[in-house]
């Protein structure tokens, strides 16, 4: 059974000041990692897929790297209005389907 | 480009009542998905249809949820009868190749169980 965990499960930064949230996964024959955005009261919104150890995706202030047992998303002088929910999500081969973490709620305070 | 389409976004109803939500997809996509998202989790897969077919309703509690989706578009996710532990929000997504991980969800149909 495909197992993810998210790590924090809340992080408050002040503007400017970068971090980076963890996403820890066991899965048999990983086909790909995936981050999500979820506003309050929204549905998840896509952000990046990586497939591979090594791989890296950026995206404004935002950047996902991938390990062989996890993925992290590093902010870089984040805003508040990067404050949201960012859950990670992995698909395997055994699943065919996609296991979400439980998420880090991410404050930027102004 | 029209987004994923949910109805009613709220609904409030007692236990051992019934309920059903509704989604309209994005034009094409012929991969549709449901999941449940309790307060404080990542979301959980209930269902999966390519087309008109379900791929994946592993995790569906079928004593008491049924889905369908007629005509390869429109689906509707039943609840009945309604348990307090339902009490979650509902999401609709829909893809068109899910090894891309690129879902796109609806706002999703939060449902209240007193």
């Known amino acids: 059974e495909d197992q993810v965990t998210q790590s924090p499960e809340a992080l408050r930064l002040q503007e400017g000041e970068s971090s980076s949230l963890n996403c820890s996964y066991t899965v048999s024959g990983l086909r790909g990692l995936f981050w999500y955005r979820q506003d309050p009261g929204k549905g998840p919104e896509f952000l990046f897929t990586?497939?591979?150890a090594g791989e890296e995706k950026e995206k404004e202030r935002l950047k996902a790297t991938l390990t062989k047992k996890e993925s992290f998303l590093h902010i870089t002088a984040p805003k508040p209005e990067d404050s949201a929910t960012y859950l990670c999500a992995v698909y395997s081969g055994s699943a065919r389907q996609l296991t979400f973490g439980s998420g880090t709620q991410l404050t930027v305070l102004p | 480009e029209a987004g994923v389409a949910q109805s009613p976004r709220y609904k409030i109803i007692e236990k051992r009542q019934s309920v059903a939500f509704w989604c309209n997809p994005i034009?094409?996509?012929?991969?549709l998905y449901w999941y449940q998202q309790i307060l404080g989790q990542g979301p959980k897969l209930l269902i999966q249809f390519q087309n008109n077919g379900v791929v994946d309703d592993s995790q569906l509690p079928k004593d008491r949820f049924s889905a369908e989706r007629l005509k390869g578009v429109d689906s509707t996710l039943k609840i009945q009868p309604a348990k307090l532990e339902d009490s979650a929000v509902y999401l609709c997504?829909?893809?068109?190749?899910?090894?891309?991980?690129?879902?796109?969800f609806g706002e999703g149909s939060r449902l209240t169980v007193l």
């Open positions: 034009s094409g996509h012929a991969t």
């Open positions: 997504a829909s893809s068109l190749d899910l090894s891309t991980g690129e879902l796109f």
């Open positions: 990586l497939y591979s």
